[in-house]
Nanobody, 113 residues
Framework: QVQLVESGGGLVQTGGSLRLSCAASVTFFSTYVIAWYRQAPGKQRELVASSGADTNYTDSVKGRFTISRDNGKKMVYLQMNNLKPDDTAVYYC?????????WGQGTQVTVSS
């Protein structure tokens, strides 16, 4: 059974930084596309960053967030710098390969002004 467990969320002031981590229990982890999504209250879930053949970021986080992975440890990371109140959301890790995709349970990030 595939599991993704996120950690690293919390409360931070505007301009601060957080690093989200996602531990994956899956074989052949290196073959999966990785991604981070977020969902703010009353809003739809949106893609924040993804990395597979190439790496992409939503415009609002470009230059501030960095997605990365450690295949040996089966970990996915999201380094978030210069955080803003609009970044407040529940952040979800997702891995996918072909039609299969797996999601974490989410971790709350709150940025105070």
């Amino acid at each position: 059974q595939v599991q993704l467990v996120e950690s690293g969320g919390g409360l931070v002031q505007t301009g601060g930084s957080l690093r989200l981590s996602c531990a994956a229990s899956v074989t052949f982890f290196s073959t999966y596309v990785i991604a981070w999504y977020r969902q703010a209250p009353g809003k739809q879930r949106e893609l924040v960053a993804s990395s597979g053949a190439d790496t992409n970021y939503t415009d609002s986080v470009k230059g501030r967030f960095t997605i990365s992975r450690d295949n040996g440890k089966k970990m996915v990371y999201l380094q978030m710098n210069n955080l803003k109140p609009d970044d407040t959301a529940v952040y979800y890790c997702k891995i996918s390969r072909g039609p299969r995709e797996y999601w974490g349970q989410g971790t709350q990030v709150t940025v105070s002004s």
